[in-house]
């Protein structure tokens, strides 16, 4: 249920490594209209730095055994809190935000996202199989951890057996370096979800069909495969759009505080104009991990019968012709294109041009912004 839903504004914020982005919506005529937006440029540092804990140690050795054991915590002093915090209240004052209460999201590299089969239990007794189960699947002991499940529906004519469930869990402590951040900024988090969820409703919505969103990031690219409108699986490899920017580097000889400028300029060129072969050493490890996660996925029981339809491509990166070039070249049965959040938004059409050009930077924090209006 959407906390925002006796609220006329809904904020979604997108923290990542490549910036600050931000959405705020409005309900008109029961849909979602676009109020204003914000991009802040900047490479962050998103990973959160841990500290032991010694007063939770205490606690521990005192309530359990003579054993004390030295707990990991987010560092709440990190500076990094106050710098993102600034950032943040700057963003949200030159794009007149109204909104105060926020929905966020955590980046995928630090969440737990796994489908697990159960038996199918009453109701009542599906949190405790849950629990049982993922306990023995997480990183970290399940107190610290924030757990949440949702059941996957059986697909259209077919009964299967057990019960599919989607979990996701994120470490508490980064939870709440996240909320200290929103705090610092003024600002009031209501909610926070992984990206697959947000991208999931901005890019896919209801299409029931089996869909992979290519999110190419900064510093990494991750794929969500998404079918009945969930995203049911994440991988994740070390490459983005900063390698793009190294071989324009070399390739043209200018410094890398230029590269942004010249890829604006070149993501106005059909693909057919520019040297993509050069691209391709970036370009075919993405391609390799799509046909590997397919492939996993529709050797899944349940999914044989699959049939994927589309490659929809997102992030900052996704408008460089060359990239939707190769990914398209090499899967010729799929439609792949760059998806537009914008579809399920109304806004004002002089803005369409501008709007287009942002949209693959802001399909994480639109979908995060959507949670939050009744029209979804």
Not at 10 to 38: F, H, S
Request: hydrophobic share 45%.
């Amino acid at each position: 249920m959407s906390l925002f839903k006796k609220n006329v504004s809904a904020l979604g914020v997108d923290i990542g490594a490549g910036g600050i982005k931000l959405v705020e919506l409005r309900q008109a005529k029961n849909r979602p209209q676009l109020w204003t937006y914000a991009l802040v440029d900047e490479s962050l540092d998103i990973h959160v730095k841990m500290t032991t804990d010694k007063t939770a140690a205490e606690l521990m050795a005192r309530a359990g055994g003579t054993q004390k054991q030295e707990m990991m915590t987010a560092d709440l002093a990190d500076p990094r809190i106050e710098k993102y915090a600034q950032l943040l209240k700057l963003a949200a004052e030159s794009a007149k935000v109204t909104s105060r209460r926020v929905t966020a999201s955590l980046p995928v590299s630090s969440v737990f996202h796994a489908v697990i089969n159960l038996p199918k239990v009453p109701e009542r007794e599906l949190a405790h199989h849950v629990q049982a189960k993922v306990t023995k699947l997480l990183p970290r002991p399940i107190e610290e951890m924030q757990v949440v499940h949702q059941v996957i529906p059986d697909p259209p004519g077919v009964e299967i057996k057990y019960r599919r469930v989607l979990v996701t869990a994120a470490p508490r402590d980064i939870v709440r370096f996240y909320t200290a951040i929103f705090q610092k900024a003024g600002l009031q988090l209501e909610e926070l979800e992984t990206e697959a969820f947000a991208l999931a409703r901005s890019l896919v919505g209801r299409d029931p069909a089996t869909v992979m969103v290519v999110d190419i990031g900064a510093e990494r690219t991750n794929f969500f495969i998404i079918d009945q409108g969930l995203p049911l699986t994440h991988r994740s490899i070390q490459l983005g759009g900063h390698s793009l920017d190294r071989i324009l580097e070399q390739a043209l000889g200018i410094e890398i505080g230029l590269v942004g400028i010249v890829k604006a300029d070149l993501s106005r060129l059909s693909a057919a104009t520019l040297p993509n072969d050069l691209f391709v050493p970036i370009i075919d490890p993405v391609i390799k991990e799509i046909q590997y996660s397919f492939d996993l996925f529709l050797h899944q029981t349940g999914n044989e019968g699959k049939r994927p339809e589309k490659i929809i491509l997102t992030g900052g990166s996704a408008v460089f012709p060359p990239v939707l070039a190769l990914i398209a070249g090499a899967f010729p049965a799929l439609r792949v294109f760059v998806g537009d959040p914008w579809a399920r938004v109304v806004y004002q059409q002089g803005l369409k041009t501008l709007l287009d050009q942002a949209g693959p930077r802001l399909s994480v924090c639109l979908g995060l912004a959507l949670r939050g209006t009744v029209a979804k």
